[in-house]
């Protein structure tokens, strides 16, 4: 009779833990789904919509001589395919190059909207840095960030060529 009682116990114990494996497994392969889902891919970013300006072939001229607006144009690259090295980086290195970027700006466009404008850069590259650097941000935040980056560099380009324009039209005396 103790012999009955002692495998009932016995097996009782084997069963309840098999449970406990089985319930870990499940854990295991959730958290992995969960940080595969967290990766923004270059084709998440693809998809984002906003308007694209080009600097118009005048403008390209003007700032030739401007590398630190080049390097960002090449970064700005990488994130489209995904590489945010520079991005989510160390933030004094950040700050070192939106510096740089704002004093080496070329004379021609010293103006208050395009440093308005570059000041909306500023912004947008140290909220992008924050949003990558914290674990605790949405993916659908991030990819706003990484928007409003795309948006705030494409609007510089809008002014810069706008200005050139203005500068053409004003050149040009009736007859």
């Not at 495998?7 to 449970?19: D, E, T, Y």
């Not at 319930?23 to 693809?46: D, F, G, H, L, W």
Request: proline share 2%; glycine share 4%; with cysteine.
């Amino acid at each position: 009779m103790k012999l009955r009682y002692i495998l009932l116990f016995l097996s009782f114990i084997g069963l309840s833990s098999c449970n406990e494996d089985a319930k870990n497994e499940t854990v295991v392969q959730e958290v992995a789904v969960e940080t595969t889902s967290k990766k923004i891919t270059a084709k998440m970013i693809e998809s984002l919509e906003y308007r694209d300006f080009a600097l118009s072939p005048e403008a390209d001229r003007a700032i030739a001589s401007w590398g630190e607006y080049h390097e960002l144009g090449r970064q700005l690259d990488f994130l489209k395919r995904g590489d945010f090295s520079f991005f989510n980086g160390d933030k004094a290195v950040l700050k070192k190059f939106i510096l740089e970027f704002k004093n080496k700006l070329p004379e021609a466009f010293e103006t208050n909207p395009i440093e308005s404008r570059i000041a909306v850069i500023e912004t947008e590259l140290l909220q992008l840095n924050e949003n990558l650097t914290l674990d605790n941000i949405k993916n659908t935040t991030r990819l706003e960030s990484i928007k409003g980056l795309f948006i705030a560099f494409s609007n510089l380009n809008d002014m810069m060529n706008k200005k050139l324009e203005r500068e053409t039209y004003n050149k040009i005396l009736p007859e």
